[in-house]
Nanobody, 123 residues
Framework: VQLQASGGGLVQAGGSLRLSCAASGPIFNEYAMGWFRQAPGKEREFVATISPSGTQTLYSDSVKGRFFISRDNAKNTVALQMDSLKPEDTAVYYC?????????????????WGQGTLVTVSS
C-alpha cells in the first residue's frame, strides 16, 4: 500500500486549501482513512478520519467545522478540504490508512502513512 499526498502550500490566514491522497493497493473501500498533522516542534496529532463507506467522519476539536474529509472509493482517493485556515494549522499533513474499518483518534489505529505534504498558513 502506498499513499501519495498532495495539495499543500502557502496560504494566508482565512484562506482555503484542499489536500488529496491517492492510495494504491487492494480493497481501498474496506479501510477507514484519515489525516494527521505535525507542526514544528510539536507532537503528531489527529485531524480527521472517515469510514470505509464515507458515511461517518470524526474530527479533532481544533479543526471541527473548518475542515472536511471525504473519499472517492471509485478513484481510491481521500481528500481534506481546509477552510478558514489559521496560522496554527501550519504543519506537515499525513494521509493514513487504518488497520481496519475503524479509524479513531489514536495513531496506533493506522498502519500505513504517506510521505506528508506541508501546509503553511501566514498571518
Amino acid at each position: 500500500v502506498q499513499l501519495q499526498a498532495s495539495g499543500g502550500g502557502l496560504v494566508q490566514a482565512g484562506g482555503s486549501l484542499r489536500l488529496s491522497c491517492a492510495a494504491s493497493g487492494p480493497i481501498f473501500n474496506e479501510y477507514a482513512m484519515g489525516w494527521f498533522r505535525q507542526a514544528p516542534g510539536k507532537e503528531r496529532e489527529f485531524v480527521a478520519t472517515i469510514s470505509p463507506s464515507g458515511t461517518q467522519t470524526l474530527y479533532s476539536d481544533s479543526v471541527k467545522g473548518r475542515f472536511f474529509i471525504s473519499r472517492d472509493n471509485a478513484k481510491n482517493t481521500v481528500a481534506l478540504q481546509m477552510d478558514s485556515l489559521k496560522p496554527e494549522d501550519t504543519a506537515v499533513y499525513y494521509c493514513v490508512r487504518s488497520q481496519s474499518s475503524y479509524g479513531g483518534r489514536g495513531s496506533d489505529h493506522y498502519d500505513y502513512w504517506g510521505q506528508g505534504t506541508l501546509v503553511t498558513v501566514s498571518s
